[in-house]
Structure formats: structure tokens, C-alpha cells
């Protein structure tokens, strides 16, 4: 074994602990996996417990944090004690030269030094190591958010690609149809074969759009597929709302104080203050204690010897002062560089509310006015079509007209989808946790 016998036994209580967690975890893991597989509809809320259990970086974070807690402990221990041993004023000439016992001068010693450190450094070190390990919990906070936003935004790219397949297909559909209806009128000598060949080609330019957005829709599985494996081929469910975010925008400064990045950032702080704080215990010097028994020949009385060690800060100006005023100046900068960050995330935030409240309204347009009166307008021209006063090559370029705002209507939407996202998942959703886990292996 790597370790001595206690140690290893408390690892190993450690890790009876946690190891149900795991299994619990990977037990969700595969049961919502095995059911997606089967074909139940994928909701984006399914797919970002999914992303959540089976993520790598937040157990990731998980073992960073118990290292830190255990270095906290560690921290706050005095040092090992040193064991010395020797033999001080061995002759190596002369008649008594390398006897140990002949000169009375001669020692043979054993003894124990053990350094003093005052229990406020301990301390802060220790503290040091548990700031550590908060800041590693805020991160993993914010990567659960980053998790949950690119769920959402790979979910929402398959869900708008398939959506956008659909209106390709359907529109091939009917130039099929169209051609059909070409070559008939052909036949019976109310046509001609322009008309047959620009149906043909209409239809060859919605296939080579199928396969572009079929190209799409492989892609965002593949990226999908990143965060929940193979439950990304299951059909997908309805669309979430998306006309409603989870932030006030009149509250911005407040809301965004408490922002994941700005929380690692004010752990950060902390661990800058803490590390202050030791420098200005570092001011004091620690002392060494130090026993020693001295044997000597057995003509001669044995001895003990002890004493104390204590360092000389003789140029605290330039070294203690200097190593204060550091951290000092860095608590400063990081408190600096939060305050920017927390300006900028709010500068940020506002431009993608209006970014977001300017799609709403974009979206709207589309679907309220652009997109009827493109059907209106094909409907239009197929009925005077059939009518006889108008020509294919109206009916065509009316639904070339109607697909191609359709298919604007559906960017606009997932545009719109994709700003959401970005805003709803600034902050982690709270019913989407992941359960802490800690597993050790043994070292053999």
C-alpha cells in the first residue's frame, strides 16, 4: 500500500460515503438514457437533467473541492516533529580514532525537533484552502448554467432544423405535384415545356435545401449528442416558452451581482484576503524547539541538551512589509476586476434584452402579416393559374416567395429561441441540480 494503514482507512470511509451517490448517478444516467432511446419525445428539460447527470466537469469540480477541504485540515495541523540522530566529536586520528566510547568528548545523540507554528497562521492556512474549495463550488455552479445553456441552444438548433426540413419537404411535395400538373397540360396543349422544366427545377432547389438543412439537423444532433449521449437521436417535444425570461430588467445590477462568474470572483476576493491575512502573520516568526540526549563513553556521564530557534526578521521592511503589502494590492485588484466584470455582464445583459425584445417583435411581424399574405399570394396565383390567367412561372416564384419567408419566419424564431436561452440560463436552474459526488480509489 501507498499509504500507512490509518490513512488509508479513513480514505476508505470517505469513499463508503460517496460511492452511493455515484451509483446513483449512473443509475439515472442510464435509465433516462434507455428511455429516450426507445423513442419517447425528448423535452429540453429531459435533455438538461440529462447533460447535468452525466457531466464529467462537475465531478470534476466535485473532487477539487474535497481536495481543498482536506488541505484545509491538513493546513491546520502543527508540523512533523524531526527526528535527529548522530554522533558529534568522533576522533579520526590518534590512538582512540573512530572509537566511539575512548574520548570524552565523544556523543552519540538522539533527539526531537519540532517547529512552533502559532496557531493563527494555522489558521488562515487553513482558511486559505477553504476559500479554495468555495471558490471551486461557485465555479461549478456556473459550469452547471453553462451546461444548461448549451443544452438548450443545441436542443433549440435540432428542434428549428427539423422544423425547417419540414417546410422543404412539404413545398418538394408540391412541385412534384406542380410537375405532374406541367406535363399534363402539356399533353392536352395548354402548356408548353418551359413551364415542365422550371417545375423540375424548383423541385431540384428544394432538394438541394433539404439537404442543407438536413446537413444542419446532424450536426446539432452531434453537438446535442456532446451532452446526452445517445438519447440525442430521440424525437423532440414541443418547444419551450421562450416569450419569458427568468430576470427583471430593472434589476439587472442586482440580479447580476449574484451572477455565477461574479460569485467564483468574490471567492477569489476572499482567497486574496485570506492570503493577506497570513502574510500579516508572517510578521511574527515561528519558533523551533529542540531536545536532544547525548550519550557518551561509559567512563564519562551521559548529557541532554535542548533549546530554542527563533528566525531573525532583521529587514521586515523589505521582506514581510514588502510580501504584505503584495496581497494587499492584490485583494484590491481582484476587487477591481469584479467590479468590471459586474459592469460589463449588466452592459452585456441589456443589449441582449433588446436583442431578445426586438426578435419578439420581428417574430410577430412574420407570423402575423409576412407569412399570410406569402400563402395568400400563392394561393393567389394558383388559383388564376387554374383559371388560365397565369402561368406556372407565377405559381412558382409565389411559393419560392412563400418558402423562403417561411423560412425566415422560422430564423427569426429560432434566433429568438437561441436569445432566450442566453438569458434564461445566465443563472443555473435550480430544479436541475447535481448531486455532489466523491469517490477514492485505492492506491496499491
Do not use: C
Amino acid at each position: 500500500m501507498l499509504f500507512p494503514t490509518p490513512a488509508h482507512a479513513s480514505m476508505r470511509r470517505v469513499a463508503r460515503r460517496f460511492v452511493p451517490g455515484m451509483a446513483l448517478v449512473s443509475i439515472l444516467v442510464s435509465t433516462s438514457t434507455t428511455a429516450f432511446a426507445a423513442g419517447a419525445p425528448l423535452t429540453l428539460t429531459q435533455a438538461q437533467h440529462l447533460a447535468v447527470e452525466r457531466s464529467r466537469q462537475l465531478q470534476a469540480k466535485d473532487y477539487a473541492v474535497t481536495a481543498s477541504q482536506e488541505m484545509s485540515v491538513a493546513a491546520a495541523q502543527l508540523p512533523d516533529p524531526t527526528l535527529k540522530a548522530g554522533v558529534d566529536n568522533l576522533p579520526v586520528n590518534g590512538s582512540d580514532r573512530f572509537r566511539l566510547g575512548a574520548d570524552f568528548m565523544t556523543m552519540r545523540y538522539v533527539g526531537v525537533m519540532q517547529e512552533i507554528t502559532r496557531s493563527d497562521k494555522r489558521k488562515f492556512r487553513a482558511e486559505r484552502y477553504q476559500r479554495e474549495a468555495d471558490k471551486t463550488t461557485a465555479e461549478k455552479t456556473e459550469v452547471v448554467a453553462n451546461i444548461q445553456r448549451d443544452t438548450a441552444l443545441a436542443w433549440l438548433e435540432r428542434f428549428y432544423a427539423e422544423a425547417m426540413a419540414a417546410v422543404v419537404d412539404e413545398n418538394a411535395t408540391q412541385s412534384e405535384f406542380e410537375i405532374q400538373a406541367a406535363e399534363g397540360a402539356y399533353r392536352a396543349g395548354r402548356g408548353n415545356q418551359a413551364e415542365i422544366f422550371a417545375a423540375k427545377s424548383a423541385l431540384s432547389t428544394y432538394r438541394d435545401r433539404a439537404s442543407q438543412v438536413n446537413r444542419r439537423i446532424r450536426n446539432a444532433k452531434v453537438t446535442l449528442a456532446r451532452w446526452i449521449g445517445t438519447a440525442a437521436d430521440s424525437p423532440l417535444a414541443g418547444k419551450p416558452a421562450t416569450d419569458t425570461v427568468r430576470l427583471d430588467a430593472g434589476a439587472l445590477d442586482t440580479q447580476l451581482a449574484h451572477h455565477p462568474r461574479i460569485a467564483v470572483l468574490n471567492q477569489l476576493e476572499a482567497m486574496a484576503v485570506a492570503d493577506a491575512k497570513l502574510a500579516h502573520a508572517n510578521k511574527q516568526p515561528d519558533w523551533s524547539v529542540e531536545v536532544m540526549y547525548q550519550q557518551r563513553g561509559s567512563a564519562y556521564d551521559n548529557m541532554i541538551s535542548f533549546g530554542v530557534s527563533v528566525p531573525l526578521q532583521w529587514d521586515q521592511k523589505n521582506r514581510q512589509d514588502r510580501e504584505l503589502a503584495a496581497k494587499l494590492a492584490m485583494v484590491e485588484q481582484v476587487r477591481a476586476e469584479r467590479d468590471d466584470m459586474l459592469r460589463a455582464h449588466v452592459a452585456e445583459t441589456r443589449a441582449m434584452l433588446n436583442e431578445w425584445e426586438n426578435g419578439k417583435e420581428r417574430l410577430a411581424r412574420y407570423t402575423e402579416e409576412l407569412v399570410p399574405l406569402a400563402k395568400e399570394r400563392t394561393l393567389a396565383a394558383l388559383a388564376a393559374y387554374r383559371g388560365g390567367k397565369a402561368g406556372l412561372d407565377d405559381v412558382l416564384m409565389a411559393r419560392r416567395n412563400e418558402i423562403d419567408v417561411r423560412l425566415e419566419a422560422l430564423e427569426r424564431e429560432a434566433e429568438t429561441a437561441r436569445q432566450w436561452a442566453e438569458l434564461n440560463f445566465l443563472f443555473p436552474d435550480s430544479g436541475l441540480s447535481h448531486p455532489a459526488t466523491t469517490q477514492y480509489k485505492e492506491f496499491k
